[in-house]
């Protein structure tokens, strides 16, 4: 007499179906924490390169490069031949200006070396290519460099203080507070190229001329920044941030040290800026240091140490956890 074969319940298996969504939701968050250590990974994999090829450029240069140049070049064209793109470089007309038609096809060509893979953004507006990192100006809220003109709004302003700046040409022996504690270059997030849409953590936000919102000191830029209504789109100033990698600006190219990392990034009136350093690393932000390391550093970060780490020749001390 053969014996019946006896089944899941419905309790059991509905008791089996939820022991696997259980070990599901458990193992996801793993999964992600993994895929997001290899990107933050190969994030700083990006920046040690970008970083040794800077001291290769120097070493063949007797200097680094500008920050950008007068057609408005970023560091990253002169830094191609030290990370296998020689050939993208000869294309680059190092005569005319970054949008000129003769540098349309460098400035459409992406380059991995650019890009963050933990950066959600994966696509730029067509006839650009996408970057996510970024030159140090310093901690000073000047765009440009000090005019000699009294007149001026911007006279008496002090004159960038970090490796990268219009013209730049800066030595690591000027590096005088060494280079392991002076940041070369950081990163950034791209925007979301539309400024009919308020995104806080990467648009640059336009303070205009209104009456309190022009500082003349980097504490007065946090105070104004740290204040702003994000959701008037009023003050929507550059959401075409982290493209095209080619021009040397401050939404494309350069970043500061006057507000935290992951903190608004401003524009003021008469050539002020703060743009801010920012990922979606978790807690932080990878900066890559002048002496070729790359260090984690928490956006919890101390405002004196953050300014002084952006600060080449400024003699404070650095203190990194």
């Not at 793993?30 to 990006?46: D, I, P, S």
């Not at 648009?203 to 919102?213: E, I, S």
């Not at 008037?232 to 080619?246: E, K």
Request: charged residues 15%; proline residues 6%; contains cysteine.
């Amino acid at each position: 007499m053969s014996k019946s074969r006896r089944g899941f319940t419905l309790i059991e298996l509905l008791v089996v179906i939820a022991i696997i969504a259980i070990l599901i939701g458990l193992l996801l968050p793993a999964v992600q924490k993994v895929r997001e250590a290899a990107a933050r990974m190969q994030c700083t994999n990006n920046l040690k390169q970008l970083a040794l090829a800077a001291h290769s450029y120097h070493d063949a240069n007797n200097g680094l490069p500008p920050a950008r140049d007068a057609m408005n070049l970023s560091t990253h064209v002169f830094l191609l031949p030290y990370i296998e793109q020689d050939n993208l470089f000869r294309q680059i007309d190092l005569n005319s200006q970054y949008n000129s038609a003769s540098n349309a096809v460098a400035r459409a060509t992406p380059v991995k070396t650019f890009i963050c893979p933990s950066d959600p953004v994966v696509s730029v507006p067509a006839g650009w290519a996408g970057n996510n990192y970024y030159v140090n100006q310093g901690s000073g809220i000047l765009w440009g460099l000090p005019p000699g003109d009294a007149s001026n709004v911007n006279f008496g302003l002090p004159a960038p203080n970090g490796p990268f700046f219009l013209g730049s040409k800066t030595t690591l022996l000027a590096i005088t507070d060494g280079t392991s504690n002076t940041a070369l270059m950081s990163e950034r997030r791209k925007g979301d190229f539309n400024n009919g849409l308020s995104t806080p953590l990467t648009d640059t936000f336009w303070l205009g001329q209104a009456v309190g919102l022009y500082p003349n000191t980097p504490d007065e830029a946090v105070a104004i920044a740290t204040g702003l209504d994000t959701s008037n789109l009023t003050y929507q100033g550059m959401s075409d941030v982290g493209a095209p990698w080619i021009r040397g600006y401050h939404s494309t190219t350069v970043y500061f040290h006057v507000v935290a990392p992951n903190s608004r990034s401003c524009m003021y009136p008469s050539g002020r800026i703060a743009t801010a350093a920012n990922s979606m690393h978790t807690g932080g932000v990878n900066v890559a240091l002048c002496d070729g390391s790359v260090r984690f550093i928490n956006s919890s970060i101390s405002l004196v140490n953050w300014r002084s780490l952006g600060s080449r020749a400024g003699g404070e001390v650095v203190e990194l956890p």
